[in-house]
């Protein structure tokens, strides 16, 4: 059933060519367009900001402050990764392309509105929530 090949035939008989290189190209645009970043950090940042303004009381300062950098640290290192070499031809989807495709997930492609809904429908509850919060605080007082 199977045929041994010496070294030596082979050799004569093969042609040998230095192994390929593989390059690994690594994305790292996180698939969503910059706007709905945005719009999540400013619901964030909002929600500390209304809780600032509507509970002005000078120990909340330090913890508001704590959390604010928390907030911008944690969706500005990301940013900061993305741009690290090596250099990448992966792009971050325009608003064009994801209008027209939408999203891959993993239990399905989702339109735009599905997505965009899916990533800032906890950020608006938060901020939605601190409205809430100092307009039920400013009734009691």
Do not use: C
Request: hydrophobic content about 55%; overall charge positive; proline content about 6%.
């Amino acid at each position: 059933m199977v045929k041994h090949f010496s070294r030596e035939l082979v050799a004569e008989q093969a042609r040998i060519v230095e192994a390929p290189v593989k390059h690994h190209e690594v994305d790292r645009t996180f698939e969503l367009p910059k706007g709905l970043y945005v719009a999540t950090v400013g619901l964030y940042l909002g929600f500390l900001a209304v809780m600032a303004t509507g509970l002005p009381t000078a120990g909340l300062a330090i913890p508001m402050a704590i959390f604010a950098f928390f907030i911008v640290a944690g969706f500005g290192v990301p940013m900061i990764w993305t741009r690290l070499a090596p250099e990448t031809k992966s792009k971050q989807m325009n608003w064009s392309r994801f209008r027209s495709q939408g999203i891959a997930t993993h239990t399905g492609r989702l339109p735009m509105r599905d997505a965009a809904v899916q990533v800032l429908i906890l950020p608006a509850i938060v901020f939605s929530w601190g409205i809430i919060a100092v307009t039920i605080a400013s009734i009691v007082r």
